[in-house]
């Protein structure tokens, strides 16, 4: 179970034993480090960051932290132990053994799962490129390196999916996923989440905190896959996720925390003199959770899928925690609600369950959100003001599924064009929000110092205090 580091490429599924494989990995290695040097983190080659390195694949595997040059960092191949006896735990092939091999029939369409999740990994990498030239504090900045090198090891283990189970259009498939760039117009990621900016800490941490969200639900359906190979692959990284989440969940809740203090302090919740004091007002916050939040939904895709019901149907790609539901899971005869617009009403209708597992995965993710959004809550709670924070309508800024034809309001109202027009301006970050959130953003590198816009975390990271030197510019 430990991972073999004496070799080129660490890893846990004896890479040495398969020869061919080994040499076409050390081949696409070079031009995954070229992919770093150029679209990782700018300007942080020299730096010394204390990062947790997989050192087994067991539960307490990540006991090992260490001050690593991050082009130094041992990418690798790690999957999570087989289990004797897996099968196919849902659809038409529940029952058979777990596929060790990729089944023929099902090749294009597994090969273009692991290149859609593939592809969100350097996506992200791309999208944070920026953020380390304007950290709140080493200790920040250390965290965002760590999801930096974690996301691009979640592209080595789908990458070494795409050159051990599906030959030649693999490699090619894992090279194009070097040659893609998040926001390029001519050859952007494939997910529209993925090409949007990530220009600031308070979207880099909603980010964290909901699209890396999206990340956990898509790669806990593909866990359940009859594949065992990416089951194994995605059971892993859900390990790494965790970390994120936290990031992104603990990061907007010091910008709150701070917010409220300076709100106590000075006895206002006036967002203009709030900004004065260079805090984030809450209501500013709530914008930009309303835009991650409807940005990410998108990726579930539309509510009706066929594509859907035939992953499921076909053993691909399970619902959240599968094996843990107590139904058929075949899903032949259920239904599931959907909504739709009707006139200037949303109504709900009943569908087969098969073909409405995209919205069943969102509605398993929003009510993940939903609990981290009631933990921020809390905070203000505490400190005595009345400001709650709340996840827009699903149909709130769509633009993929029922809802894209159509303007609805957090509320979830069904708006005309005109009434959207005149005041989506107050429920999604506009110009002068943005500019302002920028405007914070300067660069804070001394250990134990963190900008004025966000509280000292509680503590820090693998027990070591919050004024711990995390990176070394040495
Ligand atoms: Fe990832
Ligand atoms: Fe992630």
Redesign the pocket.
């Known amino acids: 179970m430990s991972i073999n580091y004496s070799e080129r490429i660490p890893n846990n599924v004896n890479l040495g034993s398969n020869k061919t494989l080994q040499r076409a990995l050390e081949h696409w290695q070079p031009a995954f480090q070229e992919w770093w040097k150029e679209m990782g983190p700018e300007n942080s080659t020299a730096l010394e960051v204390y990062l947790r390195t997989a050192v087994s694949v067991a539960p307490d595997g990540w006991a090992h932290y260490d001050y690593v040059r991050m082009p130094d960092y041992r990418w690798g191949i790690f999957l999570t132990p087989a289990e004797a006896g897996r099968q196919v735990n849902f659809g038409a092939h529940m029952g058979d053994a777990a596929w060790q091999e990729v089944p023929g029939e099902y090749r294009s369409t597994l090969r273009r799962i692991i290149v859609t999740q593939g592809d969100t990994?350097p996506a992200?990498v791309e999208q944070q490129r920026h953020l380390g030239l304007t950290c709140p504090s080493l200790y920040d900045l250390r965290n965002i390196f760590q999801?930096n090198v974690?996301?691009g090891r979640?592209l080595w283990a789908m990458v070494y999916l795409l050159h051990a189970y599906f030959g030649r259009d693999g490699r090619e498939e894992a090279e194009a996923l070097l040659e893609r760039r998040s926001g390029d117009s001519d050859n952007p990621r494939i997910l529209s989440a993925f090409n949007e900016k990530t220009p600031d800490w308070l979207s880099f941490f909603m980010f964290?905190f909901i699209t890396?969200r999206d990340?956990?639900f898509q790669l806990a359906a593909l866990a359940e896959s009859g594949f065992d190979p990416l089951s194994r692959t995605c059971r892993f990284m859900l390990t790494?996720?965790a970390h994120?989440?936290f990031v992104g969940e603990s990061g907007i809740g010091r910008i709150i925390q701070r917010t409220c203090e300076m709100m106590n302090q000075h006895k206002t919740d006036d967002p203009a003199k709030l900004r004065a004091l260079g805090v984030i007002d809450l209501p500013t916050i709530q914008k930009y959770l309303n835009f991650h939040f409807s940005v990410t939904s998108d990726l579930y895709g539309n509510e009706v899928s066929s594509n859907a019901a035939s992953f499921y149907t076909n053993g691909l790609k399970g619902r959240f925690d599968e094996t843990k539901l107590a139904d058929d899971h075949k899903l032949d005869t259920g239904e599931y609600p959907v909504m739709e617009v009707v006139g200037d009403n949303i109504v709900t209708k009943q569908v087969s369950a098969l073909t409405a597992l995209n919205e069943r995965l969102r509605d398993d993710w929003v009510k993940d959100v939903n609990a981290g959004v009631s933990r921020w809550n809390k905070i203000p709670e505490k400190a005595g003001i009345p400001f709650r924070f709340k996840l827009p309508h699903k149909g709130f800024n769509r633009r993929i599924g029922a809802f894209t034809e159509h303007h609805i309001s957090p509320q979830g109202q069904v708006l005309s064009e005109a009434t959207w027009t005149n005041q989506h301006k107050q429920w999604l970050p506009i110009e002068d929000d943005q500019a302002y959130v920028r405007s914070l953003m300067g660069r804070v590198t001394e250990p134990g110092k963190y900008a004025n816009w966000i509280a000292v975390p509680a503590r820090g990271i693998n027990n070591q205090p919050v004024n711990f030197e995390y990176v070394r510019f040495s």
């Open positions: 990994e992200s999801v974690e996301e979640h964290t890396d990340g956990k790494e996720e994120h989440l």
